[in-house]
Nanobody, 112 residues
């Protein structure tokens, strides 16, 4: 069974950057649609970025211009580059891979 392993979370300061990774544990012929969601304390999980099988990217208004989603078909990995981080970006970030399910989540904390 293919598992999704997330990494790259941690503590960042206001205006800092982090890069999250979501890697499939087995080789996949092609990467289907992959989302990044986040869940802030006491809040519902929300979609922040999506990349389609064709490579088209979509972003929520709250992260547009600051976050970039990308994929590496050779490495079976999807990335979320997060720049100009704000305290409101704090939360647990989950990748959702169509056909495979959810990653385990990685904590991102942005301090002011």
């Amino acid at each position: 069974q293919v598992q999704l392993v997330e990494s790259g979370g941690g503590l960042a300061q206001l205006g800092g950057s982090l890069r999250l990774s979501c890697k499939a544990s087995h080789n996949i012929f092609s990467i289907s649609r992959v989302d990044w969601h986040r869940q802030a304390p006491g809040q519902q999980r929300e979609l922040v970025a999506r990349i389609t099988s064709g490579g088209e990217a979509y972003y929520s208004d709250s992260v547009k211009g600051r976050f970039t989603i990308s994929k590496d078909n050779v490495e079976n990995t999807v990335y979320l580059q997060m720049n100009s981080l704000k305290p409101e970006d704090t939360g647990v970030y989950y990748c959702y891979w169509l056909g495979l399910g959810w990653g385990q989540g990685t904590q991102v904390t942005v301090s002011s």
